[in-house]
């Protein structure tokens, strides 16, 4: 039994969408055994001229389903629009999901350590994870040079994010970047008497720091400048200096900070670890 032709249309007529769910209702009371589907309206031909669907009935269900939608909806589907163009291939690995996770406790508890954390990772090779692009753009894009160095970071895709998200471009666009500042760590201040614990062990770190704090010698004013310290020492003392302020008296004025500072020494070497070159 040959498949009957589908209910004829006068040529070049427009028929709204409630006219021709009409004519599918007609279709569906009749039965696509003895009446065809109708021709579908032209914003429905590409889904409807669908060779998976051979059968009437099958076409007459994917019909009915568009018109659904489109009658729910109460907008008619727009014209097709070009694909957008992908960004540039970047062969930089992305960052791994530990160092993602991270990114996301450092800018929440330990900001202090977000300009370390985006140097070592353009340094050791790898590339920004995508879904970290658009939130890092948007926190530094008053900053010229943690935007800057953000867009090295992400590679081809913050750019071509910036293009389609103009939001997420810097706030100042003429702003001339010195490359040196691009390149490293922002000075932090710190005292005197406790700049030479910089280059020193975690363990004479920790000696200086954990007796101060035992002791009284530093208090609440000087939480900010201990923060400065723990987070530009060398990094190679931080596991150990973590270990001496864990044991500081759990009773001493001081016991507070030291436990602050055990978990920014942690953070810090966790963070270099998950993002050492791979």
Same mark, same amino acid.
């Given at each position: ?7 004829? *249309? $006068?040529?070049?007529?427009?028929? /709204?969408?409630?006219? @021709? ?18 021709? $579908? ?14 059968? =009437? ?20 589907? +727009? ?6 163009? =992908?960004?540039?291939?970047?062969? *930089? ?36 994870? %995508? ?6 753009? +948007?926190?530094?894009?008053?900053? =010229?040079?943690?935007?800057? *160095? ?13 293009? @389609? ?7 100042? $666009? ?7 500042? &691009? ?7 710190? $005292? %005197? ?7 020193? /062990? ?10 101060? &704090? ?6 609440? =004013? ?13 990094? /190679? ?18 016991? +507070? ?6 978990? &920014? ?14």
């Amino acid at each position: 039994m040959t498949a009957p032709e589908p209910m004829p *249309r $006068p040529p070049d007529i427009a028929i /709204s969408v409630e006219d @021709h769910w009409r004519d599918l209702v007609t279709a569906a009371l009749l039965g696509t055994d003895r009446r065809g589907p109708p021709a $579908p309206i032209p914003v429905l031909a590409d889904l409807i001229d669908d060779t998976a669907r051979s059968a =009437p009935s099958e076409r007459m269900l994917a019909h009915v389903a568009a018109c659904t939608a489109i009658r729910r909806a109460g907008v008619m589907p +727009g014209p097709m629009i070009d694909p957008l163009a =992908p960004p540039d291939d970047d062969d *930089r690995p992305p960052c791994v999901p530990a160092a993602v996770d991270r990114w996301h406790h450092i800018t929440t508890s330990w900001p202090v350590l977000d300009d370390e954390w985006m140097l070592t990772l353009v340094g050791n090779g790898w590339r920004l994870a %995508p879904e970290l692009v658009p939130t890092a753009l +948007g926190r530094h894009r008053r900053d =010229p040079v943690r935007h800057a *160095r953000v867009r090295i970071a992400a590679g081809p895709l913050a750019d071509w994010l910036i293009g @389609h998200l103009p939001d997420l471009a810097s706030t100042q $666009p003429k702003a001339i970047v010195d490359p040196e500042a &691009l390149a490293e760590l922002p000075e932090l201040p710190i $005292p %005197p008497d406790l700049t030479a614990l910089l280059s020193a /062990s975690g363990a004479e770190v920790g000696t200086v720091v954990g007796s101060g &704090l035992e002791q009284g010698d530093f208090g609440q =004013p000087h939480r900010g400048v201990l923060v400065n310290l723990v987070a530009r020492m060398v990094p /190679s003392g931080l596991a150990d200096l973590a270990t001496v302020l864990d044991a500081v008296d759990p009773y001493s004025a001081g016991a +507070g900070t030291a436990s602050v500072l055990g978990d &920014l020494a942690i953070t810090r070497h966790r963070m270099l670890d998950e993002l050492s070159a791979g």
